[in-house]
């Protein structure tokens, strides 16, 4: 295989956690997707990198086969590497070009993964990816893939254009992205001096662009702002071609997320003002100043792409959220919520003490709809966790630290707990001990 600037400078890869299957199906089951099936499965992720959201991935899933495709054979050669380690052999690495990988797979997959890729690719990789995760889907499986999304991220389009002109092509990638580094830095310092950002709104905005460049690792900058490929699409231009494959997009994978947050009213509030252009979604991304989207696709279309509580009735629900004085509940990560239904109220102190175990809905909540929309809003805004019941089947986590872990925290200073989140060593040591 020929070198690729991955191999020159690999990418610093993670988990995602949006991207274990037991969340995929999640998000489908609740916006009318099809439902794979999660007793068994077959994984594909195609631009697996360093094996980092793979490996924990399977390590967790005896029972299902995983397969990682990469061109950069350093890539490979690490996950590999970390593999053999872990004596895993229910996963795969292949050194492999997108355009070469349909000779060397066999049957289909309930889920295929594309993280980092679809912008990053010239055209003509990336209609060769939507024929390959056409070809190699199941029926009912789905397809998760991302990609930088107009209008918000011309922002970030602009600073790319400026820090690859400030870079030159002399030196290193690495040699580059620690140059861009440097000058982002400058910039970011410039833009926040008082009299800048008072001279033009646009100052915060640019200021936070550049500081994003400098909070990153260097591998991160270097194929993200200094890469040769880097497009943004529209929604309605992403949707359009993924159709002309025969891919429907059910949801964004971080619906529940912040990064993937959308204020429920704006639609709405769009069409009740004749406001939508040629695309409600487009306009959406406007408003919302969106820059990246995380679909997940379909060979179907989503019986109902939006929320409905009846959706809800045969899951389980898990909950962190502390009591701290009547009807206020507290998250983990400081954010406060009123409940004021006395029944959700019973049940998430008694989630609270269950937790992270989960509990049948049916088994601790009546279905009125009203409790069953404060639930679903309670788990929009990541709240609790509403978990598909097959879930329940992943171990539980432990308070010892399993060889997977451990390899994590020496690899890249975190690890990945069951249910796919990633812990850094600094959380994980600030509440070792106070379980
Ligand atoms: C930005 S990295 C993302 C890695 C990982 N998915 C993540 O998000 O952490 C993109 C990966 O896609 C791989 N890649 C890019 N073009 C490829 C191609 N034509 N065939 C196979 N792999 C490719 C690169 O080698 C690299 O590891």
């Not at 400081?334 to 003490?353: D, S, T």
Request: negative net charge.
């Amino acid at each position: 295989m020929n070198q690729t600037p991955y191999d020159h400078l690999p990418y610093r890869c993670q988990p995602i956690e949006w991207t274990a299957p037991e969340r995929l199906a999640l998000a489908s089951r609740l916006h009318g997707g099809p439902a794979p099936d999660l007793r068994q499965y077959r994984v594909l992720e195609l631009g697996c990198g360093d094996g980092s959201n793979l490996l924990p991935m399977a390590y967790y899933r005896p029972q299902s086969e995983f397969y990682g495709i990469d061109s950069a054979a350093t890539q490979i050669d690490l996950a590999q590497h970390r593999q053999t380690q872990l004596k895993q052999d229910n996963i795969r690495f292949f050194p492999l070009d997108f355009c070469q990988a349909d000779d060397h797979l066999e049957g289909k997959f309930d889920f295929i993964i594309v993280h980092g890729v679809f912008s990053w690719v010239p055209d003509s990789v990336r209609d060769a990816l939507f024929v390959l995760c056409q070809k190699r889907l199941t029926d009912n499986g789905l397809l998760y893939l991302n990609y930088n999304t107009k209008p918000g991220w011309n922002i970030r389009g602009m600073v790319r254009d400026y820090l690859l002109a400030h870079t030159g092509k002399t030196g290193t990638l690495q040699q580059r992205a620690l140059q861009a580094q440097h000058t982002a830095s400058k910039m970011a310092q410039l833009l926040s001096q008082p009299q800048a950002s008072e001279a033009h709104p646009f100052s915060t905005l640019l200021a936070n662009e550049f500081r994003f460049v400098c909070e990153n690792h260097y591998s991160y900058v270097a194929h993200e702002f200094l890469a040769e490929h880097n497009k943004a699409y529209w929604r309605s231009e992403f949707m359009a071609l993924a159709e002309h494959y025969g891919l429907y997009p059910i949801a964004d994978a971080d619906y529940n997320y912040p990064s993937g947050k959308v204020d429920a009213a704006l639609p709405q509030q769009l069409l009740s003002q004749a406001l939508t252009g040629p695309s409600l979604e487009d306009s959406v991304d406007l408003i919302s100043y969106r820059q990246l989207h995380t679909p997940i696709l379909s060979k179907q279309q989503a019986a109902h792409p939006s929320m409905e509580t009846s959706s809800l009735i045969d899951l389980h629900v898990a909950s962190c959220l502390q009591p701290v004085q009547p009807h206020w509940y507290q998250h983990p990560n400081g954010y406060q919520v009123e409940v004021k239904n006395a029944q959700l109220a019973i049940a998430l102190e008694h989630l609270f003490r269950l937790w992270p175990a989960s509990a049948p809905i049916a088994t601790i909540l009546d279905q009125s709809q009203s409790i069953m929309e404060d639930l679903l809003l309670l788990h929009n805004n990541g709240l609790v966790e509403l978990r598909l019941p097959e879930a329940s089947r992943l171990p539980p986590d432990s308070a010892q630290l399993n060889p997977l872990n451990q390899q994590e925290l020496q690899w890249g200073g975190y690890f990945t707990t069951a249910s796919h989140q990633r812990v850094t060593a600094d959380l994980h040591s600030a509440t070792a001990g106070h379980a």
